[in-house]
């Protein structure tokens, strides 16, 4: 399966401090993508960066890509408690445009 | 507003009563899809559609049907449904026609569930 695995399952920081979730996949990837869900919601939309890209930037928000080691990392950065939801890594295969595969996701809670 | 609404957002039913969840978007996107979401094993694709009348499987299709007779609407139809259908239901779609190009916008989620 190209589903991606996300590491740690679950992250438990304090407000103020910086969170980081990895990514990992099998398949070359045309694009890889960060989503966000809150309980029972729907997903949202985080970053988008190429297989050519290695670093993207969006307000709090540093991804970083190694297609070498088909590896993606998402930082955020002064965590908030309204940051506390699920992430998930998302790719896109260099093979075909019809799927996103997902990841299991971070579960990541920000304490006040 | 720009958006993916679904209908129902929480549905409990019985063993093969059919059954369709509809999915409707704003935003004149091409492409559109349908996501089951279980505990453990992530999101996965049921069906895809590309544009209007292009229609095509995804991961999990078995026991789904779809049809795209508008750009506008996606309905996932469960036509006897069985207890493993039991899951959170996700329509979302896409600006262009693959999604080499753009993400995807969700709508807020179906709960689904067959007794």
């Known amino acids: 399966s190209q589903q991606g695995e996300e590491d740690p399952q679950a992250l438990s920081i304090q407000e103020g401090e910086n969170a980081t979730m990895n990514c990992s996949y099998k398949?070359?990837?045309?694009?890889l993508q960060w989503y966000r869900q809150n309980s029972g919601r729907g997903l949202v939309h985080l970053i988008l960066?190429?297989?050519?890209?290695r670093e993207k930037h969006s307000g709090r928000l540093r991804v970083t890509l190694d297609t070498s080691k088909k590896s993606s990392s998402l930082l955020i950065t002064a965590s908030r408690a309204a940051d506390t939801a699920s992430y998930f890594c998302?790719?896109?295969?260099?093979?075909?445009?019809?799927?996103?595969?997902f990841g299991t996701g971070t579960r990541l809670t920000v304490i006040p | 507003e720009a958006q993916v609404t679904q209908n129902p957002r929480y549905l409990i039913t019985v063993t093969g009563k059919k059954l369709t969840v509809t999915c409707s978007q704003n935003m004149n996107h091409e492409y559109m899809s349908w996501y089951r979401q279980d505990p453990g094993l992530g999101l996965r694709q049921i069906y895809y559609?590309?544009?209007?009348?292009?229609?095509d499987k995804g991961d999990v299709p078995e026991g789904y049907k779809v049809s795209r007779k508008e750009k506008r609407n996606f309905p996932l139809i469960l036509e006897s449904p069985s207890p493993n259908q039991t899951s959170l239901y996700f329509c979302?779609?896409?600006?262009?026609?693959?999604?080499?190009?753009?993400?995807?916008?969700f709508g807020e989620g179906s709960r689904l569930t067959v007794l």
């Open positions: 998302a790719t896109v295969l260099l093979s075909g445009a019809n799927n996103l595969f």
């Open positions: 979302a779609s896409s600006l262009g026609a693959g999604l080499h190009t753009g993400e995807l916008f």
């Open positions: 398949t070359s990837i045309n694009n």
């Open positions: 960066i190429r297989s050519n890209e």
């Open positions: 559609s590309m544009n209007v009348e292009v229609t």
